[in-house]
């Protein structure tokens, strides 16, 4: 049965004004740097209610849980970025153009979306890999999604002769992945001397020294 509360918030989240969804969007800004600092499950609701200046009740008029919060913070940045990677790999260039567009947008979306990426990296590379549910299983279809057009890129640029290797395609792409990703370990948008568009252009230059013909 739907507690009152969770009517009026399911009201508000339907019908409410400017002010109402202003505060929600602090709330999930606020729950992702919680999240990225103490971990998803170091995070309690009544720390997000604390440090937005709310008691309990007042926030579960914003969020039903912390699950909820969770999904907010991640969920339409890993689709979005799977979709990105997909018009990448079906648009013009040749394969080290791709790649060029890809990397700096990967690192780019970092930046826009931060912390919310970086949340999701961290929670996936400890428990959220044995999250069975059915967001959970959601996130894991982009992920693929997103590996697919990486690797998909590499590989046509290896037929047509613009990319070299001696290994798999899967292996170089997954490689740009994984050291994209690592900037989660340092990278803060609102404190580095770099901008994202730089270190995503760097890092692109750098790979394709090794890898264009």
């Given at each position: 049965m739907?507690?009152?509360?969770?009517?009026?918030?399911?009201?508000?989240?339907?019908?409410?004004?400017?002010?109402?969804?202003?505060?929600?969007?602090?709330?999930?800004?606020?729950?992702?740097?919680m999240f990225k600092k103490n971990g998803y499950r170091g995070t309690k609701l009544m720390d997000i209610a604390e440090a937005m200046g709310?008691?309990?009740?007042?926030?579960?008029?914003?969020?039903?849980?912390?699950?909820?919060?969770?999904?907010?913070?991640?969920?339409?940045?890993?689709?979005?970025?799977?979709?990105?990677?997909?018009?990448?790999?079906?648009?013009p260039g040749a394969a080290p153009d791709k790649l060029r567009t890809l990397v700096r947008s990967l690192m780019v979306s970092y930046a826009e979306t931060y912390?919310?990426?970086?949340?999701?990296?961290?929670?996936?590379?400890?428990?959220?890999?044995?999250?069975?549910?059915?967001?959970?299983?959601?996130?894991?279809?982009?992920?693929k999604r997103y590996e697919n057009a990486v690797v998909a890129i590499v590989q046509a640029g290896i037929d047509e002769g613009t990319l070299r290797t001696e290994t798999q395609a899967w292996v170089i792409g997954f490689g740009i992945i994984g050291m994209v990703a690592w900037s989660n370990r340092w990278f803060d948008p609102t404190t580095s001397t770099v901008p994202a568009e730089e270190i995503g252009a760097a890092y692109a230059e750098t790979l394709l020294r090794g890898l264009q013909v």
């Open positions: 739907t507690s009152g509360i969770g009517r009026r918030r399911a009201a508000a989240r339907d019908e409410g004004g400017a002010a109402y969804q202003e505060r929600r969007t602090e709330i999930v800004h606020a729950a992702a740097e709310l008691d309990r009740a007042s926030l579960y008029y914003y969020v039903g849980s912390k699950e909820e919060l969770f999904h907010e913070v991640v969920g339409t940045a890993v689709e979005t970025n799977a979709d990105t990677a997909e018009q990448i790999l079906a648009g912390p919310f990426l970086y949340v999701y990296i961290q929670e996936n590379l400890g428990t959220g890999a044995r999250d069975t549910s059915d967001w959970a299983r959601e996130m894991r279809h982009h992920n």
